[in-house]
């Protein structure tokens, strides 16, 4: 190898023996710890300051500084021009949506969702789970433009939205926590976490029951929404199909045919999904 090949390794970069024997494979040092600075970002769920970024990537600030320009070229982080502090960049979201549009819920969901804004004639949003909360990361717009900024990227709150509540219903506790911990300054601050109100897990209960939840003029007034469940074949929550329109405009019935036909696009993706598996199964030599 040439010194260049080398040098571009990084010190303590080559290959090494594993316990059992086998080698690891060499890699870039430089690029390692640049990832470190990554996933300490990512991590913290927030904007962070230079120092503190450091700190949580293990490097010295100056060091730190260095590989945060580097990063910023590459579009994978940004600086905020008013607080100073770094945030995922531009490449850093195509990245995760190029990551998104690979998982099945997601492709099964995309013409489903589209279909349904066309024929009851509101939008409809893609939610998921972010470290956050539940957010948006497809729109379909329909029927006239809402006086609510709702985006790719908006972050639903956990308690004051359909969306949230669906999530709140289904995902396992230990997933809730760090998003209702992130949420609880922002939103609602006198809401009680759902394991420890028992009225709001009463609600949780009904949400599961029917698969459907609604609001009314809530988060914002005049804006109404309902939101259903996509469940895997083990009944674990992918992500959540929710329609807005302007009060009095959408029907927010459980039984209303708004409702019946965000069941069953939920159920027809639910659907997709659980026969997925056998048709692998039955595709295979």
């Not at 013409?111 to 804004?117: E, Q, T």
């Not at 939101?227 to 074949?233: E, I, K, N, R, Y």
């Not at 019946?260 to 639910?270: E, K, P, T, Y």
Request: with cysteine; proline share 6%; aromatic share 4%.
């Amino acid at each position: 190898m040439s010194k260049a090949a080398k040098s571009a390794t990084g010190k303590g970069a080559g290959g090494s023996e594993t316990a059992d024997g086998g080698k690891t494979q060499r890699g870039i040092q430089s690029v390692e710890v640049g990832g470190r600075v990554l996933l300490a970002l990512a991590q913290a769920r927030s904007p962070l300051a230079l120092s503190d970024l450091a700190t949580a990537a293990q490097i010295a600030p100056g060091q730190a500084h260095a590989y945060l320009v580097s990063l910023s070229r590459l579009g994978l982080i940004k600086r905020d021009e008013l607080s100073g502090r770094y945030e995922p960049g531009p490449l850093s979201l195509r990245l995760g949506l190029m990551h998104l549009e690979n998982q099945p819920a997601f492709r099964a969901a995309v013409p489903r969702v589209a279909a349904l804004a066309e024929a009851i004639g509101f939008s409809v949003a893609i939610c998921i789970a972010g470290p956050q909360g539940p957010t948006i990361v497809r729109y379909e717009h329909a029927g006239f433009p809402l006086h609510v900024n709702l985006h790719v990227g908006t972050v639903m709150s956990l308690p004051a939205t359909s969306t949230g509540r669906v999530f709140c219903a289904y995902l396992p506790r230990e997933a809730l926590a760090g998003m209702w911990a992130n949420q609880s300054g922002s939103v609602n601050q006198a809401m009680t976490p759902p394991d420890e109100s028992a009225a709001f897990e009463t609600a949780l209960e009904a949400i599961r029951a029917r698969r459907l939840e609604c609001s009314v003029d809530a988060p914002s007034p005049g804006i109404s929404s309902l939101s259903a469940p996509v469940l895997d074949a083990d009944g674990r929550l992918c992500l959540a199909l929710t329609v807005i329109g302007s009060t009095g405009a959408i029907d927010v019935a459980a039984d209303g045919s708004t409702a019946r036909a965000l069941l069953a696009a939920a159920h027809g993706i639910s659907a997709e999904l659980a026969a997925a598996p056998s048709l692998l199964a039955s595709s295979a030599p």
